[in-house]
């Protein structure tokens, strides 16, 4: 494919806007008395034909480039090596492009599980080898992952991997993930001319409104008033843009995920989003792709920062020290905020820290739990090193112990004895200075025993060919226990070997049992080892729920399908995020 490109007098217009990020290493600035040369960006469509129809004389003046297209699409990927991250190059095996296109786009991207999240992240950025996927000369199979990546607000892979293509675009899909992802991360200047640069009928695969958008923008900016404050004209553009398009301040979050993302980003610029709606309940229902682009505004209000990074820590979108770095950070300086929602847990933080003695550390961390029940866990992670370290919790009530007791397995701290004896009647537990997940899945057991809710319902009855497996369905949970504690001894063997047997324990009667078919797809494929349609369709019987709302059969089935292709570690964090629902549940 041979392409060519007309936008260097458009690039000089636009250089002043234009993110140093992403270039390898920064330019050596020229003499004075020397003109600077005109250097094409490395993320820059330089092989991409122009428009011919009604271009521009920006377009018009430029000269051409026609180079050849070498790059193969299906290939690229940021994992080369299974030591780097990657799943192998076989990740996409037996998949053709297009069916690998149908099965990612129905995929709910909003994930409840941070290790599923991780890890179809890890496969989406695989490098793959460019034979196993055979049937793919239009290099859908890269479109639908560079624009998943999107839809996951990873943009700083997207934007990486776009880079790889080195202008030789595949699809009109994968220019609209590129450019969604540069706009996203602030890269307006870069954006603007690839909207200039790519022909039309690439953008015209498009069923959103990002181009138009984009490129109405783009105009607004350049024949806005420049001033030294870019900040300052960036929001003023955007601010033209919110009135052009009649935009007005919604009532809900939710409104911005019918939005195109230069909606919202100039909503957001302009002061449109009403800062009192940033709270983490409301955040919740927004998709990953809002959440991650407007935490990548700058400058972003803190305290909005603080309530975007609670919610995206919940999905696995960033590591929870993330949160609780920006949390001390802003409880540091909060002496000189404005009241806000965090406003009584930074309170409480400064508290703690002059609190010494174990009394008064139980006084406070009570109102932490509190206050924290309409919130989200993560505003408990900066509290989880002081209520580990509690000696004396007498005061807590059981239902107190158990939410920290889950705070604690997911903040992956020490369960003390103390706090494991208040959660679950165990007095005898009392003065041990730890406890293990054994010991915690024998304390459920018990309060299952005596909260047993009878038999499980499912669409599946024909699986039930053995007293064994009668016997999982009439009491799930307790069958499970059963199993992990009749033959573990200690905690590293249910590590290794029983942990599929922990999702016996997800659920209650109103469970959400996947269709008999996906669940056969996913047994099909882990038997033949196929990695890549392991995760799919174990993210697709997920679809988006809480593990503890999802079968304890469609649980197991995940569980075999994940150590059929070798992936234990992600196995066991699965495992654990089950054991910290059902501590909390």
């Keep these: 494919m041979k392409m060519k490109s007309n936008i260097i007098p458009f690039l000089l217009a636009c250089a002043f806007l234009i993110q140093p990020a992403l270039a390898e290493a920064p330019a050596t600035p020229a003499p004075p008395t020397t003109p600077p040369a005109v250097v094409h960006s490395p993320i820059m469509p330089v092989k991409i034909k122009p428009r011919q129809s009604g271009a521009d004389s920006i377009s018009k003046a430029a000269a051409d480039i026609e180079q050849e297209n070498t790059i193969n699409a299906n290939s690229l990927g940021l994992f080369t090596r299974i030591s780097d991250g990657g799943l192998g190059g076989d990740v996409w095996k037996n998949y053709t492009g297009k069916a690998l296109a149908s099965d990612l786009g129905m995929l709910n991207v909003n994930i409840s599980s941070p290790a599923m999240r991780a890890l179809l992240l890890r496969a989406l950025l695989t490098s793959p080898d460019a034979e196993t996927l055979p049937e793919d000369k239009e290099s859908e199979a890269f479109s639908a992952r560079i624009t998943t990546l999107v839809d996951l607000g990873a943009f700083d892979e997207t934007v990486v991997l776009y880079k790889k293509l080195e202008g030789n675009i595949p699809s009109g899909k994968a220019a609209l ?311 573990q001894e200690a905690e590293d063997k249910i590590k290794e070997k029983s942990y599929e047997n922990l999702f016996s324990l997800t659920g209650s009667n109103d469970y959400v049992m996947p269709s008999k078919e996906l669940m056969n797809n996913l047994a099909q494929v882990a038997a033949k080892q196929d990695t890549g349609k392991v995760i799919i369709y174990s993210l697709q019987i997920l679809n988006g729920q809480r593990i503890s709302q999802i079968h304890p059969l469609a649980l197991i089935r995940i569980s075999e399908g994940l150590q059929s292709v070798g992936l234990s570690e992600e196995n066991r964090s699965l495992a654990h995020e089950v054991l910290a629902d059902l501590i909390e549940y």
């Design 177 to 487: 993930a590129g450019t969604e992802a540069m706009v996203s991360m602030g890269q307006m200047g870069i954006s603007c001319l690839e909207e200039k640069a790519l022909p039309d009928d690439m953008k015209g695969t498009s069923s959103t409104s990002f181009w138009p958008d984009l490129e109405q923008f783009c105009n607004i900016l350049l024949t806005t008033d420049a001033t030294d404050d870019e900040s300052e004209s960036f929001a003023k553009t955007a601010s033209l843009f919110t009135s052009a398009k009649q935009l007005t301040a919604p009532a809900t979050l939710s409104e911005l995920n019918g939005k195109s993302v230069i909606g919202v980003l100039a909503m957001n610029k302009s002061g449109l989003i009403p800062k009192n709606l940033f709270t983490p309940e409301n955040i919740k229902p927004l998709k990953p792709q809002i959440i991650s682009l407007l935490l990548k505004q700058s400058p972003i209000d803190p305290q909005q920062r603080l309530s975007l990074l609670s919610v995206a820590v919940e999905k696995g979108m960033v590591p929870s020290t993330d949160f609780t770095n920006e949390f001390i950070t802003q409880t540091a300086s909060s002496s000189t905020s404005a009241p806000s929602y965090w406003s009584p847990f930074m309170t409480l933080y400064n508290k703690l820290q002059s609190s010494p003695a174990d009394a008064d550390k139980s006084v406070v961390l009570k109102e932490v739990l509190k206050i924290a029940v309409a919130s989200s866990n993560a505003a408990l992670l900066p509290f989880g090193a002081s209520f580990g370290s509690l000696k004396n919790v007498d005061t807590f009530t059981t239902e107190e112990a158990r939410k920290v007791v889950s705070l604690l397995v997911r903040a992956k701290i020490n369960v003390s004895g103390a706090w494991y004896a208040k959660a679950f009647g165990r007095p005898d537990a009392q003065n041990r200075e730890s406890v293990t997940d054994l010991d915690v899945i024998s304390a459920l057991k018990a309060s299952l025993k005596s909260n047993s809710h009878g038999k499980a319902e499912t669409n599946d009855n024909k699986e039930v060919e053995s007293k064994k497996s009668k016997e999982m369905l009439e009491n799930p949970k307790l069958y499970a226990l059963s199993l992990i504690l009749k033959t």
